[in-house]
Each structure stands twice: as structure tokens, then as C-alpha cells.
């Protein structure tokens, strides 16, 4: 197994980083994820421009198209030039001695990895998910390596042998711990805007811009907690989630069957298509 790191490609277990990296230390760092399918990466361009932009937000002065450049020298050296695979890339701010200020003149550390991972054409949970109280700051819209609110959000969902769990700030449902969430309501499709409270996913945008084509109107609004029961589908997207219909959250159950909504349904059956599409990105 190889990683790019830093401008080289090496063996991971050779691959080594500073304790005093800030991205150790402070979490001072973003990243990205996205999947290679059928040889060619899905929504590569928004993923990269995503990343920029949380480079910027937090004013690491790097440049990714440079990296991008790397991606196929790294397939290679990871025999996956041919399979669909998941790409992770990490950019921390670098190596200096613990200060809280931002320090002059350091290179940031650079790490990408890929991984073999073939999705499932569409994703068949029926998910269940618990809500927790949104613990997290209020820059959700950078894609950061500090995860830990994310990371103790989605241990609950675990703890409660859930697939996810909502986030839930004043009263209204944000997204999930590593997913956003939509909701269905009179044949409206309803999801948080794309404000600091959430991290607006590039499946988010994909699944707003189907409903655009399929002509199904879209409100770009958050949910309350309490008016869950009165939704008539729910459905999470993400990059390795793809869109997965949910089954129940908390006590409410849209389905007490393995059924799936008629808007899910018609959506995941879009973004297949998608998927399968040749000219794409
Ligand atoms: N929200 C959060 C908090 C996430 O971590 C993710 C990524 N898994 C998403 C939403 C979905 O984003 P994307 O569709 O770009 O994967």
C-alpha cells in the first residue's frame, strides 16, 4: 500500500509525519474524499474546488490543481488505474513548534491515499437513525480534520445500532454526522441550506440539481425535530452514501416494510444514471 506524501510516493508504512504537525496537534487541517468510477472520478472538479475553498476559509496558501496533476501516478503505484477506488486527500497546515498563531513561512503537509472500494449501484439501507444535539462550531462549512463532534455523533448512532444520526441545532435538523439529510413533504423536497451549519455536500448539490431536471420543487429549508413525524420521506446523500432512504428515526417510522419512497426512489434512480453517464465532469 503506497500514499502520496509531501511530493512522494511511498510505502504507507514508511510514510512519516512530525508530532509537532498542526494537524496533530491542533487539527489544523481539511480534506477531501471522492470516488473513482468506471475510471473516471465523479465530481472531481467540485470536490477540488471544495477543497480549495476550505484552504482559503482558513488561509492555507496552497494551490490543488498542482496535486491533481499527482492522482495518476498514484493510481498506478496503487494498481488501481483500472478499479473504482476512493481518493483521500489531507492538507494540514504544517510542521512548527506548538503556538497557537498561524506560523510564517511553513510548507503544508500533504498526504493522499486511494483505496479500492466499489459503491453498490444504488445503496439499499433502509436506514434507521437517531437525532443528538449538534455539538459542533459554527464553521461546519469547512471540510476540517477535526472531526471529533462528528465522530462522538456518529458513536451514538453506533451506541444505538443506527446507520447515522441528525444533528439537531435550536430545534431544526442540520445534517447528519458524516451525510446530509432531505426530507419529502407534499411532493416538496426540503433540506438545510448550504449556510456555516452545514458542510454542503457535492452529492447535496448533485441531488438539488436532479430535482431541477425531474422538476421536483425544492426548499432549501431546515426541519424541526418535532415535525418529523409529519415528513413523508427522508433520505441521506454523501459521496460513499450515496442516497440512502431512511427507514425510521428515532421512534418514527416512515416504513415499518422494506419500502422506499416514490421521491427517493425516482432520485436514486436518477443518480445512477448519473453515475453511468460517460460525458461526464
Ligand atoms: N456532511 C458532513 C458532515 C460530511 O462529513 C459529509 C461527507 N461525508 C457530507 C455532509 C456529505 O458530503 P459529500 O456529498 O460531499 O460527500
Redesign the pocket.
Known sequence: EVVYLNGKIIKSHEAKISVFDRGFIFGDGVYE?MVRIDQRFFYKKA?ME?LQASLNKIGIAYDVDALEREIPELLASSNLSHDDCLLYIQITRGVAPRKHAYPEGIEPTVLMYALSKKLPDINAVHAKVVTTDDLRWLR?DI?MTS?LG?VMANEYAMANNCYETLLVRDGQIT??????VFFVKDSRVYTHPANTL?????????VLELCGQLNIEVREEAISLKDIATMDEAFL?????QIASIQQINNHYFYKNEAIGTLTQKLQTAFLALKKQKELN
Open positions: 474524499v470536490h471544495r461546519c471540510k472531526l462528528n445534517e447528519g454526522s458524516h451525510s446530509n452545514i458542510l454542503n455536500g457535492i452529492t447535496r448539490q448533485i446523500t454523501g459521496t460513499a452514501t
